[in-house]
């Protein structure tokens, strides 16, 4: 009798994990779109219904865990990361993260300085004069709308524009961290 109360346990578990598994993200299932009305739409196999973006943990890495919900606030699907969707999809969702003002828009860069394991930048951004930390180790990753993506030690992101919309001086200190 124990084991058959094992394997309807084990057959629950297989169940919820499989629910769960459908909500994840990858590169095979998951379509997010911007549609004609503005919105996002997010689905799979053909079938899709307007989300909205809601980030969840952790707060300190604001491209992670993003659930994606509907109308009647039921989550559509959890992507873990960013990099885990298809290119098209990814895009979408990268600006509609930067829309939602989750990574700080660089438009001048007035000082970068390395010190021991830690690279201090000093930048004038959209919102203002930010003053942040990398590791040493850290680099630059391509933004999904262009650019730059530049992830600081508290997990707070900003987006360098393409070389040719900075100033000559902003330029020639972002170009050592340019491949």
């Known amino acids: 009798m124990q084991h058959d109360n094992h394997q309807h346990s084990d057959e629950r578990s297989d169940k919820h994990s499989d629910k769960h598994s459908d909500k994840r993200a990858d590169k095979s299932g998951l379509r997010v779109e911007r549609r004609v009305d503005g919105r996002l739409w997010a689905g799979r196999d053909g079938s899709a219904v307007p989300v909205r973006m809601v980030r969840c943990f952790p707060w300190s890495s604001p491209a992670r865990m993003l659930s994606l919900r509907d109308a009647d606030d039921a989550e559509v699907a959890l992507v873990a990361r960013l990099s885990d969707l298809e290119d098209g999809s990814r895009e979408v969702l990268g600006e509609a993260l930067l829309e939602a003002g989750f ?16 690279r201090r930048w000093q930048v004038r951004t959209r919102q203002g004069d930010r003053s942040f930390q990398t590791a040493l180790d850290a680099w630059p990753r391509d933004a999904p709308t262009g650019g730059l993506l530049m992830e600081d030690v508290a997990g707070d992101l900003f987006r360098i524009p393409p070389l040719d919309e900075l100033d000559l001086k902003s330029q020639k200190k972002v170009w050592a961290f340019i491949d």
């Open 103 to 118: 990574v700080l828009d660089v438009v001048e860069v007035l000082e970068i300085e390395e010190d021991v394991e830690i």
